[in-house]
């Protein structure tokens, strides 16, 4: 058993009306013009999980209009993604590709996320998975269950003046104090929270139990 005490800040996020516009954060990831610009370029490439074929770029640019705030347009996407996409634990799996997923129009917030990152890359911008746990929350009417949750997966965006700003398509929602970074990287391989070989038997398997609790 593991327990922390964490402090969870939300930083500023651009105006969704007023903001850059995509093509100008684009423009600013194509030609970095100072350290923080030049670190995320390399959240702006595609991986194995989140590599874009035709599919996924024209899911994306139904989102992405012309001089349109890079905020709007991120919004739209997660609306998108979360109204069009079924939660499924058993679509998919660690290693599900961006393009499956999107055939599937199925899977878990994993998956949610990759797509998003994928569009928002194949737009020529930075996106980073993000890896945490959210505040245990149980259904109307029923009791909180003590480590009843698992982690949980969302998407960030790199902004000019702003740095990284959070999305989570699963829940369609700007993350804030209910949502607990650990980790992010280019996709779930970076950030995997057990990675290796396990020699020995012919079956094993990994029981998590997570609650987070407001202090």
Not at 5 to 16: F, L
Not at 112 to 133: D, E, K, N, Q, W
């Amino acid at each position: 058993m593991a327990e922390s005490t964490v402090v969870v800040e939300r930083g500023p996020e651009p105006e969704a009306d007023a903001g850059p516009s995509w093509e100008c954060v684009r423009d600013a990831i194509e030609v970095p013009r100072d350290g923080a610009a030049l670190d995320a370029v390399q959240y702006a490439f595609d991986t194995a999980l989140t590599t874009a074929n035709a599919s996924v770029v024209a899911y994306a640019r139904a989102s992405f209009a012309r001089e349109r705030p890079l905020f709007a347009c991120i919004r739209d996407l997660t609306a998108r993604i979360h109204r069009d996409f079924t939660y499924d634990g058993e679509a998919t799996d660690t290693g599900t590709t961006v393009a499956r997923a999107l055939e599937l129009r199925a899977g878990v917030c994993q998956d949610f996320a990759h797509v998003a990152i994928a569009c928002t890359r194949a737009m020529g911008l930075a996106a980073r998975y993000v890896s945490g746990y959210l505040l245990t929350k149980p259904p109307p009417g029923k009791e909180r269950l003590i480590g009843a949750d698992a982690s949980h997966a969302w998407f960030a965006v790199w902004f000019p003046s702003y740095g990284w700003v959070d999305f989570d398509p699963t829940n369609d929602v700007l993350p804030n104090g209910e949502h607990i970074t650990t980790a992010w990287g280019r996709d779930f391989a970076d950030v995997s929270p057990i990675h290796g070989i396990v020699t020995g038997g012919s079956a094993h398997e990994i029981e998590v139990a997570v609650d987070v609790i407001p202090s």
